[in-house]
């Protein structure tokens, strides 16, 4: 039976690697909504594989670099082909979508990936993030571009928890300057991956209020925000992951 259990951990790793695999292939295809929750389910098994290694005190070196190499594929590659598949049809409108500078557009949807993979390997050999993060995560992030690209592509599978009005406003942005606003934004927000901003951990050790103020606040707004803003309102709650953070790192530092 121990022989068994030890596998448990690494078992849900590689459930999170399939999904991870499988929103590749849709974000490529332009299957966003697909993506997207392929993407929030290897979260799930991304948390719970830690969590089990954690109950079960079975802890390896295997199961570490495991999950970081499934965290590339689920959180990095899958994102990345979610914005360049989304920017390759945006470009389909324009009239020098054959130009190197057109290219040059479309390649900043690899940041994500590349700087994914340094995020998770400064995270392996960094002992000063047990508690809180250096630097945004990568699930979220992921997480956020998953969402806001499906809201974007108004994808019909999602047509049920996009606000129409929302919709209606992006579908009316140029596509040229969409292109220019998401290339620029993905170069952004991959240097928030491995930046020295301190972001606080959502994994919690004890039920007190005291000592998860800001995951039960997060977790509060995250619910009203999906509740009224749909798909949006997940896209809204990482970055009131970032602007929380930030809020709290500021108030427990010394003036």
């Not at 802890?59 to 999950?67: H, R, V």
């Not at 390649?107 to 993979?117: D, E, K, M, R």
């Not at 009224?228 to 809204?236: P, R």
Request: net charge positive; hydrophobic share 55%; charged share 10%.
């Amino acid at each position: 039976m121990k022989g068994l259990v030890r596998h448990i951990p690494n078992t849900l790793t590689c459930l999170n690697l399939i999904f991870g695999f499988y929103a590749a292939m849709s974000g490529l295809t332009g299957n966003y909504f697909c993506a997207m929750t392929a993407i929030l389910l290897a979260a799930v098994f991304d948390f719970s594989d830690g969590l089990a290694a954690r109950l079960l005190k079975a802890y390896s070196a295997l199961g570490k670099e495991l999950d970081s190499l499934a965290d590339v594929i689920s959180f990095g590659v899958a994102p990345g082909m979610m914005l360049f598949s989304y920017l390759d049809k945006l470009s389909e409108n324009l009239s020098w979508n054959d130009s190197i500078a057109c290219k040059c557009l479309l390649f900043t949807s690899f940041a994500i990936p590349v700087f994914s993979a340094i995020r998770l390997a400064k995270f392996n050999i960094d002992d000063r993030q047990t508690t809180s993060f250096i630097g945004l995560p990568v699930p979220a992030h992921a997480i956020f571009w998953s969402s806001l690209i499906t809201v974007l592509a108004a994808d019909t599978h999602a047509s049920w928890c996009i606000l129409p009005q929302i919709a209606r406003l992006l579908s009316s942005i140029n596509p040229e300057i969409m292109i220019f606003i998401l290339s620029a934004s993905a170069l952004a927000t991959s240097l928030l991956l491995t930046s020295r901003i301190r972001l606080f951990s959502l994994k919690i050790s004890t039920l007190s209020w005291k000592a998860n103020r800001p995951v039960y606040l997060l977790l509060a707004a995250a619910l009203l925000l999906i509740l009224f803003f749909g798909i949006l309102g997940i896209t809204a709650t990482i970055l009131l992951y970032i602007l929380l953070s930030l809020i709290f790192s500021i108030a427990i530092s010394p003036l």
